[in-house]
């Protein structure tokens, strides 16, 4: 009869690689995210057009538009920085379930023989 009961080591190692597992795909999406986000096309056409309306509002001495622009680019600077915490939180959150997973594999008794 084929015993269908997990040993102890076994339960270890399966935990370990799942914790392994999620760690590595935390800190891919991580990556991922800091590197697309920071970048992306459409925050930097908004930062270019936010510009070049903050220019034309100064020579054309229109206040309303100097503040509406400055204040996008207040909302582009937060955005970029909320998209950075994310990232680093991810990255974090999986370099953290890796010493999980590094602590568990390390508290296993392997048989000698």
Not at 47 to 72: C, F, N, P, R, T
């Amino acid at each position: 009869m084929i015993s269908t009961m997990l040993s102890l080591t076994d339960m270890q190692v399966l935990i370990a690689l799942t914790v392994m597992g999620a760690g590595l795909c935390s800190l891919a999406a991580g990556i991922i995210v800091l590197a697309s986000r920071g970048f992306s096309k459409e925050m930097r056409v908004l930062a270019a057009q936010s510009a070049k309306l903050s220019e034309k509002g100064m020579s054309h001495d229109m206040a309303d538009v100097v503040s509406g622009a400055a204040e996008i680019l207040g909302l582009l600077n937060q955005l970029t920085r909320t998209s950075t915490g994310v990232g680093m939180f991810l990255m974090a959150a999986g370099i953290g379930l890796i010493g999980a997973a590094y602590y568990v594999v390390m508290q296993i008794q392997w048989p000698l023989a």
